[in-house]
């Protein structure tokens, strides 16, 4: 079996057969993280496939320091990030006022009714928010971003990045007691 060490050599001197080991090794995980950012998984396939280009194009910037997973998620979610920006010209953002008290509000007293649902029912829940709620749910509960981190990424204030996250998570509160209503018929 061949290692990555071997595979990032391999990419690195152009051999194309390790292009094709990396992207059998590791399009399935990174199609999960495209997933995440994306809203239909025929998106989430362009994405991986524009972030796989960055690989490819920038393996030689890979010195080896850090888990190589990671410098691949990263470019994965870079990727994301860009096509997101690249469609919210289509998109409404409603900016707030900090007066209004949105807070940085936790999910305490959520997480029994998060238990009850497995993973994939609760990212299908999290995929099928509105594309700004999903994007910075996403950056702030996966990628553990601060709202200033993600206001920058995504060049908006501040206060949208934490009007949008709230939002986020009372849909999901909302669409959560709606199933856990309906399993114990109410």
Not at 160 to 173: D, G, I, N, V, Y
């Given at each position: 079996?061949?290692?990555?060490?071997?595979i990032?050599?391999?990419?690195?001197?152009?051999?194309?057969h390790?292009?094709?080991m990396?992207?059998?090794?590791?399009?399935?995980?990174?199609?999960?993280?495209?997933?995440?950012?994306?809203?239909?998984k025929?998106?989430?396939?362009?994405?991986?496939?524009?972030?796989?280009?960055?690989?490819?194009?920038?393996?030689?910037?890979?010195?080896?320091?850090?888990?190589?997973?990671?410098?691949?998620?990263?470019i994965?979610?870079?990727?994301?990030?860009?096509?997101?920006?690249?469609?919210?010209?289509?998109?409404?953002?409603?900016?707030?006022?900090?007066?209004k008290?949105?807070s940085?509000?936790?999910?305490?007293?959520?997480?029994?009714?998060?238990?009850?649902?497995?993973?994939?029912?609760?990212?299908?829940?999290?995929n099928?928010?509105?594309?700004?709620?999903?994007?910075?749910?996403?950056?702030?509960?996966?990628?553990?971003?601060?709202?200033?981190?993600?206001?920058?990424?995504?060049d908006?204030?501040?206060?949208t990045?934490k009007?949008?996250?709230?939002?986020?998570?009372?849909?999901?509160r909302?669409?959560?007691?709606?199933?856990?209503?309906?399993?114990?018929?109410?």
């Amino acid at each position: 079996m061949t290692s990555n060490d071997q595979i990032i050599e391999g990419c690195k001197n152009g051999k194309r057969h390790a292009f094709n080991m990396l992207y059998k090794k590791y399009a399935p995980l990174l199609l999960g993280v495209c997933l995440r950012y994306s809203s239909s998984k025929p998106e989430a396939e362009d994405v991986l496939q524009e972030g796989f280009i960055k690989v490819f194009k920038n393996i030689g910037s890979y010195e080896g320091r850090g888990s190589f997973e990671g410098w691949l998620k990263r470019i994965m979610v870079n990727t994301a990030i860009n096509h997101y920006k690249s469609l919210k010209k289509h998109l409404h953002h409603e900016e707030i006022d900090n007066d209004k008290g949105i807070s940085d509000e936790t999910d305490e007293g959520y997480v029994d009714a998060y238990s009850d649902f497995s993973p994939e029912q609760l990212m299908r829940m999290i995929n099928s928010l509105p594309d700004g709620y999903r994007m910075v749910f996403n950056l702030y509960v996966f990628e553990g971003m601060s709202h200033k981190e993600i206001a920058e990424i995504l060049d908006f204030q501040v206060s949208t990045s934490k009007s949008q996250l709230s939002k986020a998570r009372r849909l999901l509160r909302t669409r959560i007691q709606e199933i856990q209503s309906k399993r114990a018929g109410i």
